[in-house]
C-alpha cells in the first residue's frame, strides 16, 4: 500500500468530515480508528443540529455546518435523515421566562432567528406538556439528522474517493522528524504508516494523541447519558426537539453532574430523553441515578411520557475543551493538525470543522476565521 | 440457548449446519422489530460491516423492542457465512440496560428510592 498523504486519527463524525472534505480535494487519506467506525461520542448522541450555543463564533460555525448538511444530503448516497425540525425551549419558572429572554436578545444579535411565546402559544403547539410552564421560546432554524447513518454515509463516499479506512487500529504513537519540526510516520497497533500529515481528530481521546507529539491539548471526556423510548406515534410531541430551561446553564464547568430535561423524537419514532454532563473519566457506564433523574425532568414537562416504555441506555463521553470552543487548528508542529473539543455540538458542527481543516491544509482561503479556536491558546507558558 | 425458543422453526434450523440463508430467500426478515431482511444484512456486510453493531447502526437490526435478543444470533450467524470467519469469532453486539423494556415511570422513581434509603 501506498502512503497516504494525510491520516486522519479517530472515526468518529469529525475525523469523517475532515476525510471528505480532504478527498475531495484529491489528497490520498486514511482514516485510523480504534474500534469500529462511528463506535464512541459519535454514536451516543442525538442528531440535533443545534444552532443556538452561544458565543457568537460556534454559531456562526454551526449556521455554516447546516448549510454544509444541506449540500451533502445531495451529495451523498446515504439517505442520512436530514430534517428541518425547529427546536423549542420551555421556561419552567417566571425566572427563566425572564434569563430567556435576555439569552434571546444576545442570539438575535449572533444572527439567530428566534421568538419567545407566552405558556399558551406553547401549550397550543404542544398539547401534552404540562400547564405548569411559564413560556417558552422556538427556534425554527434547528435541525435534525441521523448521525449513524451520517458517518455511514461519509466513509462510504470517502471510500469511493479512495481514501483507505483502517478499523480497529489504534495509534500507539506519531514519529516526528530529528529537529522534531515536522511529521514522519504514525504508528499503530498495526504498523507504521508513512505520512506528512495528521489530523487529531481523536474526540475525548485527543489529549493523548497531542501528548505524542508534545503539544498540550486540555480537552476531556463529559459524560452523557441518553434514554430511549420504545417507537411511539408523532404526536407526542409536536416539535422533534424541546429543550427545558436550564439546559444552558448545564454547560458551565462548575457544574460536575448537571440535567435538564431535552425530549427529541428520531424519524424512526424513538423518543431519546437527555440530557446530562458529568466528568467521571473515561467510564462510560450508564449512571442509574442521572438516568432517573434525566427521565423524572422529562415526565416533569410531559406527564405522558410515564406511560411509555424504555428500550435502552447509555453513556457517551463528550470532547470538552475548557473554554468550550472547539479546536480546529494548525500546531507548532508543521503537518499537525487539531480538530477536537466539540463537546455537545460535534455533529452540528462536523462538516465546517472538516472544510476548514481542509482549508488550513491546502491553503485555501478560509470559510470562516479560525484564530480563536487555534490550539496554541492551550500552549503551556514558561 | 434459552432465546432460541423464541425463533420460528424455519430461523432455528438456520443455526446449524447448512442453513438457508442464501440470497434465494433474501426477503426472508431477519429482525422482526424492525422489520430487517437478510437482503438489509447482506448489503451491510458488502459494505464492510464486520461485527453485530456495524450491522446494527446500518440496517437497525437489533433496536427493535426486544434489543436484539430475537435476531442478533442470526446477525452473526449471517456474518460467519458472509465473511468466512468462525462463529465464534463474530463479535456479539452490546447488550445495553435495560434488560427487558421498562415503564419510564418506573425509571423515575428509582431516584426517589435511593432518597429513601440515604
Ligand atoms: C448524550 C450525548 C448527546 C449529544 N447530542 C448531540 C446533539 O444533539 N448534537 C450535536 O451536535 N452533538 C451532540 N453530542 C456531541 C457529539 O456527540 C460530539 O461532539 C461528537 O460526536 C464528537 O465527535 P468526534 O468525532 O470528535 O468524537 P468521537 O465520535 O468520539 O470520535 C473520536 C474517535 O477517535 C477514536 N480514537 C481515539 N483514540 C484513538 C487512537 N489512539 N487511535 C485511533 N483512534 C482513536 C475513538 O475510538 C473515536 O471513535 C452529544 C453527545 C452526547 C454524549
Ligand atoms: S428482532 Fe431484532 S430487535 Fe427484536
Known amino acids: 500500500m501506498t502512503n497516504p498523504d494525510v491520516v486522519v486519527i479517530g472515526g468518529g463524525i469529525i475525523g469523517c468530515c475532515c476525510a471528505y472534505y480532504l478527498a475531495k480535494q484529491r489528497l490520498k487519506v486514511a482514516i485510523v480508528e480504534k474500534g469500529s467506525i462511528c463506535s464512541e461520542a459519535s454514536k451516543s448522541c442525538q442528531g440535533h443540529l443545534f444552532l443556538w450555543e452561544l458565543p457568537a463564533i460556534n454559531i456562526k460555525l454551526a449556521k455554516a455546518s447546516k448549510k454544509l448538511y444541506e449540500q451533502l444530503y445531495n451529495e451523498l448516497d446515504i439517505d442520512f435523515e436530514l430534517r428541518n425540525t425547529g427546536s423549542m425551549s420551555i421556561a419552567e419558572k417566571p425566572q427563566d421566562l425572564e434569563t430567556l429572554q435576555q439569552t434571546l436578545n444576545e442570539l438575535r444579535q449572533a444572527g439567530v432567528e428566534c421568538q419567545m411565546l407566552s405558556a399558551k402559544e406553547f401549550i397550543k403547539t404542544e398539547p401534552n406538556v404540562t400547564r405548569d410552564i411559564s413560556g417558552g421560546a422556538s427556534f425554527p432554524e434547528d435541525g435534525q439528522l441521523n448521525p449513524l447513518l ?30 522534531k519540526s515536522s511529521i514522519v510516520a504514525v504508528e499503530t497497533t498495526k504498523g507504521k504508516i508513512g505520512t506528512k500529515y495528521v489530523i487529531n481528530a481523536a474526540g475525548a481521546w485527543s489529549g493523548q494523541i497531542g501528548r505524542m507529539v508534545g503539544i498540550n491539548i486540555p480537552v476531556v471526556p463529559r459524560r452523557g447519558n441518553l434514554i430511549v423510548t420504545e417507537q411511539v406515534p408523532d404526536n407526542i410531541i409536536n416539535c422533534q426537539i424541546i429543550i427545558a430551561s436550564g439546559y444552558l446553564d448545564s454547560l458551565k464547568r462548575e457544574n460536575k453532574t448537571a440535567v435538564a430535561a431535552n425530549v427529541q423524537q428520531t424519524r424512526e419514532g424513538n423518543l431519546l430523553l437527555g440530557s446530562s454532563r458529568e466528568f467521571a473519566g473515561f467510564d462510560k457506564n450508564v449512571n442509574p441515578e442521572v438516568i432517573s433523574l434525566i427521565v423524572k425532568r422529562c415526565i416533569r414537562f410531559f406527564p405522558v411520557l410515564a ?50 481543516i481542509t482549508q488550513l491544509i491546502t491553503k485555501q482561503q478560509l470559510d470562516l476565521p479560525v484564530d480563536q479556536l487555534s490550539v496554541e491558546r492551550f500552549a503551556e507558558k514558561q | ?93 452490546t447488550f445495553r440496560p435495560p434488560v427487558r423494556p421498562i415503564a419510564l415511570s418506573t425509571l423515575a422513581s428509582l431516584e426517589e428510592d435511593t432518597d429513601d434509603k440515604s
Open chain 1, 150 to 179: 451520517t458517518t455511514i454515509a461519509l466513509t462510504q463516499a470517502v471510500k469511493k474517493l479512495g481514501a483507505d479506512i483502517r478499523h480497529f487500529t489504534e495509534v500507539t504513537g506519531i514519529e516526528l522528524s530529528a529537529d
Open chain 2, 1 to 93: 440457548m434459552k432465546n432460541l425458543k423464541k425463533i420460528s422453526k424455519q430461523k432455528q434450523r438456520t443455526y446449524e449446519g447448512e442453513s438457508d440463508l442464501n440470497i434465494e430467500n433474501a426477503d426472508m426478515i431477519i429482525c422482526r422489530c424492525q422489520e430487517v431482511t437478510l437482503k438489509d444484512i447482506v448489503q451491510a456486510i458488502a459494505e464492510d460491516a464486520t461485527t453485530v453493531n456495524e450491522i446494527k447502526r446500518r440496517t437497525r437490526a437489533g433496536m427493535g423492542l426486544c434489543q436484539g435478543r430475537s435476531c442478533s444470533r442470526l446477525v452473526r450467524k449471517i456474518l460467519a457465512e458472509h465473511t468466512g470467519q468462525k462463529f465464534a469469532k463474530v463479535i456479539p453486539g
Open chain 1, 307 to 356: 406511560d411509555l416504555h424504555t428500550i435502552r441506555s447509555w453513556a457517551g463521553l463528550r470532547p470538552y475543551s475548557p473554554d468550550m470552543l472547539p479546536i480546529i487548528s494548525s500546531s507548532p508542529i508543521e503537518g499537525f493538525y487539531v480538530a477536537s473539543g466539540h463537546e455537545g455540538v460535534g455533529i452540528t458542527m462536523g462538516p465546517i470543522t472538516g472544510k476548514l
